[in-house]
């Protein structure tokens, strides 16, 4: 069993950064970890992935440059640093994972975090 909780949104202007987290318990050796997103009245979105390793990750072109997914294998945390954040950024981002390689698609995605809000004002 793998529980993954969220932690550092808030409320920033455009053009600011921000450090999201993800602290994963339970074993998460050869889990892949993603980052999605959902906006009022929007499907959930795919952010960014990376496999256990590090060696593979894979991101949205939305977010292309200036989102960067990186996880702490020894502590058991993912985080998404997201730079250059517009209004469009606005949502709630939740941490998942899955056995396995990298995937877009949440249904994939067997353990989900309860998420955290981010909003960018103009």
């Known amino acids: 069993q793998v529980q993954l909780v969220e932690s550092g949104g808030g409320l920033v202007q455009a053009g600011d950064s921000l450090r999201l987290s993800c602290a994963a318990s339970?074993?998460?050796?050869?889990?892949?970890m993603a980052w999605f997103r959902q906006a009022p009245g929007k499907e959930r979105e795919f952010v960014a992935a990376m496999t256990y390793s590090g060696g593979g990750t894979d991101s949205a072109d939305s977010v292309k440059g200036r989102f960067t997914i990186s996880r702490d294998t020894a502590k058991n945390m993912v985080y998404l640093q997201m730079s250059s954040l517009n209004p469009d950024d606005t949502a709630v981002y939740y941490c998942?994972?899955?056995?396995?390689?990298?995937?877009?698609?949440?249904?994939?995605?067997?353990?989900w975090g309860p998420g955290t809000q981010v909003t960018v004002s103009s």
């Open positions: 339970g074993r998460t050796s050869s889990y892949a």
């Open positions: 998942a994972a899955r056995v396995g390689g990298l995937s877009r698609w949440p249904d994939m995605y067997k353990y």
